[in-house]
C-alpha cells in the first residue's frame, strides 16, 4: 500500500504552513491505561463456507463465522479488542466503521498502523462514546478482503435506555462466488424466519457490507412490508421524531446504516433486499410464512425526514476550511494501460490532494458526483452534517452521516468540526473504487 507520503499537502497555506502544529501528539490514540470495561478476541482465519444456495466459498473469517461475531457494549465503555491473524498469507487490520475512535485505533494499513501480519496480533483500545450502529472490518486489501468475509457489527446501547426486546442486526452482504459477487442477504445467502410475539417492540439494524458490485443495483436498497415503521437512526445517530413510513425503498449506502424500529403486528413482516429476491427476513408470530414481493410506491429521503432543531452549524456559517470534490469517470491509464477510472477531480490515489485542516476548524465539503457511477463517501473520524442536498437545504431532523451516497449527477454540501487529530481515510466504499484510486486524506496540520 501506498503511505502518508506519497500525497502530499495540497495546496499552499501561506504562512499557515510554518505555524506551530495544531496537533498534540498524545491525543493520537485511545486509553493506554485503565481496566477494559469490555474485552473482545477477533482471530482472522481461511474458512470454507456454503452458502445456503449450496455455493462454496473459501471466506475469511473472524472467530470461524460471517459476519464476524457481533460485539455489544454499552456508551462509555473503555472497550478492548486484540486482533489475531491466522490467515495463511494475508494482513489484516480492524477499522471501527463509523466510530470516531482516537487515529491510532482506526486500523488503516499503512496509514495509521502496519497491517498485521499472519501469526501476529494487535491491541485495539477505544471508548465508545457514540451509541448506535456501526460494524468493523479489515483496512487492508479491503477491495478483496471485506467481500471476502472480514467484517462483523459493533453495537453501542444507549447507558440508560432499555433495548428493543427483539433488536438484531442485519447485514446485506455480497458473496464472490466463481469469478463474479453475487448477492446475498445477511451473510448466509438466505431466507432467515424468526418468530416474534404481536406486540413486541422490534429493531432491526440494517448495515450494508456489499460493494456494489452486483449487477446494476447501485446501492443495497431495503424494503419492508406488514407494518408501518420508522427510521430511528442512520449511521447511528437518532432521527428527531422520526414520522410512521409505509411502502418506500429504503437505499442504503455502501458502509451506511439504518435503523429500523416497529411494534410487531399480528401479521407477517418481511424486511427484502431488493438485489437479492427471495431472500430476507421474516418475522411472524409463528415464524412460518412466505415472503411477498414489496409494492413500493416511493423513495425514502433523509433530507426531509424527522424534526427539525438547531444544529452547531449550517451552510451559512464561516467555515475555515472549503473544499471541492468532483468524482468523475472517464478513460485514462491505471497501472500502465487504458482504462475506465473513476476519480476525485481529475485524479487517482495517490495524487489527489490531502485535505489539510487545524484542529478546531470547521470544514465545508461540497461533493459533486458527475459520473455514471454511485460514490458511497466515507470520512473517518468525524461525522459530518449534511447541510444541503442538490442545492435545497435540509429540512428534516439533523442529518449526521459517516457515509454518503452520492448517486449520478447529485450534489450535496456537508460541514464538520475538525475535532479529532490525525491523518484520516476518506473515500468511496465502492471499495473497487476506491482500489483504483477513488481515495484521498484529510490531514490535520
Ligand atoms: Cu468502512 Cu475506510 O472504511
Ligand atoms: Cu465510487
Redesign the pocket.
Known amino acids: 500500500r501506498h503511505t502518508m507520503a506519497a500525497a502530499g499537502p495540497s495546496h499552499g497555506h501561506g504562512d499557515r504552513r510554518t505555524a506551530a502544529p495544531s496537533v498534540d501528539l498524545t491525543t493520537l490514540h485511545g486509553p493506554r491505561t485503565g481496566i477494559p470495561d469490555r474485552t473482545f478476541t477477533l482471530t482472522a482465519a481461511e474458512t470454507a463456507i456454503k452458502l445456503t444456495s449450496g455455493a462454496p466459498v473459501a471466506a475469511w473469517t473472524f472467530n470461524a463465522q460471517v459476519p464476524g461475531p457481533e460485539l455489544r457494549v454499552k456508551q462509555g465503555d473503555l472497550v478492548e479488542v486484540t486482533l489475531v491473524n491466522r490467515l495463511p498469507k494475508e494482513g489484516v487490520t480492524l477499522?471501527w466503521?463509523g466510530l470516531d475512535v482516537p487515529n491510532a485505533e482506526d486500523g488503516?494499513a499503512g496509514l495509521t498502523q502496519d497491517a498485521v501480519r499472519p501469526g501476529g496480533t494487535h491491541i485495539y483500545r477505544f471508548r465508545a462514546d457514540r451509541a448506535g450502529t456501526y460494524?468493523y472490518?479489515t483496512?487492508q486489501a479491503?477491495s478483496t478482503a471485506v467481500v471476502r468475509g472480514l467484517f462483523g457489527a459493533i453495537v453501542v446501547e444507549r447507558a440508560e435506555q432499555a433495548r428493543e426486546e427483539f433488536d438484531t442486526v442485519v447485514m446485506s452482504h455480497a458473496w464472490p462466488v466463481g469469478d463474479e459477487p453475487r448477492p446475498a442477504f445477511g451473510a448466509a445467502d438466505t431466507l432467515t424466519r424468526k418468530a416474534v410475539q404481536p406486540g413486541t417492540a422490534v429493531r432491526l439494524r440494517l448495515v450494508n457490507t456489499g460493494n456494489n458490485t452486483v449487477s446494476d443495483a447501485e446501492a443495497t436498497t431495503f424494503a419492508l412490508t406488514g407494518t408501518p415503521y420508522r427510521v430511528a437512526a442512520i449511521d447511528g445517530g437518532e432521527v428527531r421524531e422520526p414520522g410512521e413510513l409505509r411502502n418506500l425503498r429504503l437505499s442504503l449506502a455502501t458502509?451506511g446504516r439504518y435503523d429500523l424500529t416497529f411494534t410487531m403486528p399480528n401479521g407477517p413482516v418481511y424486511l427484502a433486499d431488493l438485489a437479492a429476491p427471495g431472500k430476507g427476513l421474516l418475522l411472524s408470530p409463528d415464524g412460518t410464512g412466505t415472503p411477498e414481493t414489496p409494492v413500493l410506491s416511493g423513495d425514502f429521503d433523509p433530507a426531509q425526514y424527522g424534526r427539525p432543531a438547531p444544529t452547531p452549524f449550517d451552510a451559512s456559517s464561516r467555515f475555515d476550511r472549503q473544499f471541492t470534490i468532483v468524482a468523475s469517470d472517464g478513460v485514462g491509464f491505471v497501472d500502465g494501460s487504458l482504462d475506465l477510472i473513476q476519480a476525485f477531480n481529475g485524479r487517482l490515489y495517490p495524487d489527489v490532494p490531502m485535505q489539510m485542516v487545524r484542529k478546531g476548524d470547521l470544514v465545508k465539503m461540497t461533493l459533486i458526483n458527475r459520473s455514471r457511477d454511485n460514490h458511497p463517501m466515507?470520512l473517518?473520524g468525524h461525522h459530518a452534517l449534511v447541510m444541503s442536498a442538490n442545492g435545497r437545504a435540509v429540512t428534516g431532523s439533523p442529518w449526521w452521516i459517516d457515509?454518503l451516497d452520492l448517486p449520478p449527477g447529485t450534489w450535496f454540501e456537508i460541514g464538520f468540526r475538525a475535532d479529532n487529530p490525525g491523518l484520516w481515510?476518506d473515500?468511496c466504499?465502492n471499495l473497487d473504487h476506491?482500489a483504483a484510486g477513488m481515495l484521498m486524506h484529510l490531514g490535520y496540520e
Do not use: I, Q, R, Y
Open positions: 477499522h466503521h488503516v460494524w472490518h483496512h479491503s458502509g466515507h473517518h457515509t481515510m473515500h466504499h476506491a
